[in-house]
């Protein structure tokens, strides 16, 4: 069994707890401590076991030195982003490294990340198993390499980004040089290039595709449904489609 709920996501802040009957597991930690533990509310932490963290860019670590002093549990990242830091990551109370494409065990949930291509020092997405069920998550990358489709085979629910609308990022506010980053092979995905992992790739095997890291400037949560279903439709799979929000947290999603 596992419970996924995503608290928010989106370059203003990203962050999910992921739970089973007896673990849970803080994944990045983009938002301030105060606004983490109000989208928190009302949830048991007793069982959080650690943070992790996927790379260092401030929209998955803004809250993490207030975060980890708060919950006093390990922080799970790896040596390069650890680096990438700086000062903050020297000021984190417990360290853990794992190895990018190692899996490693928390309680009963089994972590593993995999390397994806983003403009950091060592970015990862994660898979999480726990008693037969899958989750991954898979935001921040520029395009979607044969790793990473391997690592999303047979998940049952699948948090991926839809970040941008080609269009819309072509006439949106960016100056250039941060389009051309966005639309680089270390930047990030398009409602296009995951409707075409969708059309081709996809094994259908996941009951939830919640489409996450959704732009404010450069995307309209209806584009990214839109595309998404036309290519669901086309590929005639059939998970129940989710758009994360920036602004607040979506109900929690469970895997049996
Ligand atoms: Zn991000
Ligand atoms: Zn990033």
Same mark, same amino acid.
């Given at each position: 069994?596992?419970?996924? %709920?995503? %608290?928010?996501?989106g370059s203003g802040g990203n962050? #999910?707890?992921?739970?089973?009957? @007896?673990?849970?597991?803080?994944?990045? #930690?983009?938002?301030?401590?105060?606004?983490?533990? +109000? +989208?928190l509310a009302g949830r048991s932490l007793e069982q959080l076991a650690c943070i992790v963290i996927s790379h260092?860019?401030?929209?998955?670590?803004a809250g993490l030195p207030g975060l980890s002093r708060k919950l006093e549990v390990p922080v799970f990242l790896?040596?390069?982003?650890?680096?990438? %830091?700086g000062a903050a990551g020297e000021a984190l109370? @417990?360290? $853990?490294?794992?190895?990018?494409?190692?899996?490693?065990?928390?309680?009963?949930? $089994?972590?593993? !990340?995999f390397t994806i291509p983003h403009d950091a020092a060592d970015p990862v997405a994660f898979s999480l198993r726990c008693g037969g069920s899958k989750v991954c998550f898979v935001t921040d990358l520029g395009?979607?390499?044969?790793?990473?489709?391997?690592?999303?085979?047979?998940? /049952?629910?699948?948090v991926l980004e839809s970040n941008h609308d080609l269009d819309l990022l072509k006439v949106?506010?960016? !100056?250039?040089?941060?389009?051309? +980053?966005?639309?680089? @092979?270390?930047?990030?995905l398009s409602n296009l290039a995951l409707a075409e992992y969708l059309?081709?790739?996809? /094994?259908?095997? #996941?009951?939830? %595709?919640?489409? #996450?890291?959704?732009?404010?400037?450069?995307?309209?949560?209806?584009?990214a449904q839109m595309t998404a279903e036309a290519a669901l439709r086309q590929a005639a799979k059939n998970p129940q489609l989710t758009i994360a929000r920036q602004d607040q947290p979506l109900p929690a999603i469970s895997l049996k």
């Open positions: 069994m596992l419970e996924v %709920l995503i %608290l928010g996501s962050c #999910a707890l992921i739970s089973s009957a @007896r673990t849970s597991i803080l994944l990045d #930690a983009g938002f301030s401590r105060r606004e983490t533990l +109000r +989208r260092e860019h401030s929209d998955h670590v790896n040596s390069r982003t650890h680096a990438a %830091l109370p @417990r360290v $853990e490294y794992f190895t990018t494409g190692k899996s490693w065990q928390m309680g009963d949930i $089994e972590i593993t !990340p395009y979607i390499p044969e790793n990473v489709k391997d690592q999303m085979r047979e998940a /049952d629910c699948l949106g506010p960016y !100056p250039w040089p941060v389009k051309q +980053r966005v639309m680089s @092979r270390v930047g990030h059309t081709q790739d996809f /094994d259908g095997c #996941a009951r939830h %595709l919640v489409l #996450a890291h959704l732009s404010q400037s450069n995307n309209l949560p209806e584009l």
